[in-house]
């Protein structure tokens, strides 16, 4: 246990977020998505909701403040104007822990699983929501 690390932030996780350097992209997946098939480090989360395994990676993962976009969601249903309860929710998680506005960039589901192959590693978690999928761009801290 280490004090004020979040405790889900796992001895594994915390490894691979310090490793990341800027510019890198982590995946935040739902119990649906294929993890094992992008080919990239995964880091299993067990059964928690993608919104609290973002809560605790966000609490030390700055996203890319160089980028229109650090924060990337899976379509859903062919449709880029659709978004789930999650996605909404994420996003507003997301806004508020970098204490700026962010919009989504929004990725086709085969694009998806195409652009996994060059993500850093993933996170998965055990959540049962549809498209609970995410890119989050690392970006850097200017402290």
Same mark, same amino acid.
């Given at each position: 246990?280490?004090?004020? =690390?979040?405790? %889900? %932030?796992?001895?594994?996780?915390?490894?691979?977020?310090?490793?990341?350097?800027?510019?890198?992209?982590?995946?935040?997946?739902?119990?649906?998505?294929?993890?094992?098939?992008?080919?990239?480090?995964? =880091?299993?989360?067990?059964?928690?909701?993608?919104?609290?395994?973002?809560?605790?990676?966000?609490?030390?993962?700055?996203?890319?403040?160089?980028?229109?976009?650090?924060?990337?969601?899976?379509?859903?249903?062919?449709?880029?104007?659709? !978004?789930?309860? !999650?996605?909404?929710?994420?996003?507003?998680?997301?806004?508020?822990?970098?204490?700026?506005?962010?919009?989504?960039? =929004?990725?086709?589901? %085969?694009?998806?699983?195409?652009?996994?192959?060059?993500?850093?590693?993933?996170?998965?978690? %055990?959540?049962?929501?549809?498209?609970?999928?995410?890119?989050?761009?690392?970006?850097?801290?200017?402290?």
């Amino acid at each position: 246990m280490l004090k004020g =690390i979040d405790p %889900l %932030l796992s001895g594994d996780l915390l490894h691979i977020l310090d490793d990341m350097g800027h510019g890198d992209v982590l995946m935040l997946v739902d119990r649906n998505y294929p993890a094992v098939a992008s080919g990239r480090p995964v =880091i299993r989360l067990g059964e928690v909701t993608v919104l609290r395994a973002a809560q605790a990676i966000l609490s030390v993962f700055p996203l890319d403040s160089f980028v229109d976009r650090p924060l990337e969601r899976m379509e859903v249903d062919n449709d880029p104007s659709k !978004t789930t309860p !999650t996605q909404d929710a994420m996003l507003k998680l997301a806004s508020e822990s970098e204490g700026r506005q962010l919009e989504y960039g =929004i990725v086709p589901r %085969l694009d998806f699983y195409e652009r996994a192959k060059s993500a850093f590693a993933v996170v998965h978690t %055990l959540d049962t929501v549809p498209y609970g999928c995410f890119f989050l761009q690392k970006g850097v801290i200017f402290e």
